[in-house]
T-cell receptor, first 114, second 117 residues
Framework: ETGVTQTPRHLVMGMTNKKSLKCEQH?????MYWYKQSAKKPLELMFV???????ENNSVPSRFSPECPNSSHLFLHLHTLQPEDSALYLC?????????????FGSGTRLTVV | AQKVTQAQTEISVVEKEDVTLDCVYE???????LFWYKQPPSGELVFLIR??????QNEISGRYSWNFQKSTSSFNFTITASQVVDSAVYFC??????????????FGTGTKLQVIP
């Protein structure tokens, strides 16, 4: 258990489905992140939230919609995804976005779009 | 622009051998941080080490050691007497500031290490 919990661990969804990924941390961190990890590619930063405010949207398609109701919870709402969106989605948190103490990552959600 | 290069895609070693994972970075900032993370098959990235740009001392932690060479922009990671449990993907990362003043972390593509019993 890393301190950052992601659910579900695995998700298979059709292209017309709507689903949500959940991330939760109780480390007292104020910044939370969504990363996408595809095979043979570097980790791609998708979204950053600092004190519940979105501070970065890395040109992510609108079929991915993040939500951060408080500093401990982060969601990624998915709808009308494409097969190329299949990947490992990792959530991370840090003390704050303007610190450099490294991230704590969750175990990820392995998403397969069929 | 920030960039992290891990030229070794996959490495296989026999148990008890030493292995070095290479990391070369690019940044225009004078203040930055470098990290190594380990990603076991379970998926999460596990933080191993953080080093700031002003501290060029090498660090040793058990069987792990890190060699930071600012002159060559490298931050290499050595595992001594490797074990099967060391099998994982290892990521090098660079943290500096983006144009908005926020921390920006750039990851390398990772090196998959397989330790053969």
């Amino acid at each position: 258990e890393t301190g950052v919990t992601q659910t579900p661990r695995h998700l298979v969804m059709g292209m017309t489905n709507k689903k949500s990924l959940k991330c939760e941390q109780h480390l007292g961190h104020n910044a939370m992140y969504w990363y996408k990890q595809s095979a043979k590619k570097p980790l791609e930063l998708m979204f950053v939230y600092n004190f519940k405010e979105q501070t970065e949207n890395n040109s992510v398609p609108s079929r991915f919609s993040p939500e951060c109701p408080n500093s401990s919870h982060l969601f990624l709402h998915l709808h009308t995804l494409q097969p190329e969106d299949s990947a490992l989605y990792l959530c991370a948190s840090s003390q704050g976005q303007q610190t450099n103490y490294g991230y704590t990552f969750g175990s990820g959600t392995r998403l397969t779009v069929v | 622009a920030q960039k992290v290069t891990q030229a070794q895609t996959e490495i296989s070693v026999v148990e008890k051998e030493d292995v070095t994972l290479d990391c070369v970075y690019e940044t225009r900032d004078t203040t930055y941080y470098l990290f190594w993370y380990k990603q076991p098959p379970s998926g999460e990235l596990v933080f191993l080490i953080r080093r700031n740009s002003f501290d060029e001392q090498n660090e040793i932690s058990g069987r792990y050691s890190w060699n930071f060479q600012k002159s060559t922009s490298s931050f290499n990671f050595t595992i001594t007497a490797s074990q099967v449990v060391d099998s994982a993907v290892y990521f090098c990362a660079l943290s500096d500031r983006n144009s908005g003043g926020y921390q920006k972390v750039t990851f390398g593509t990772g090196t998959k290490l397989q330790v053969i019993p």
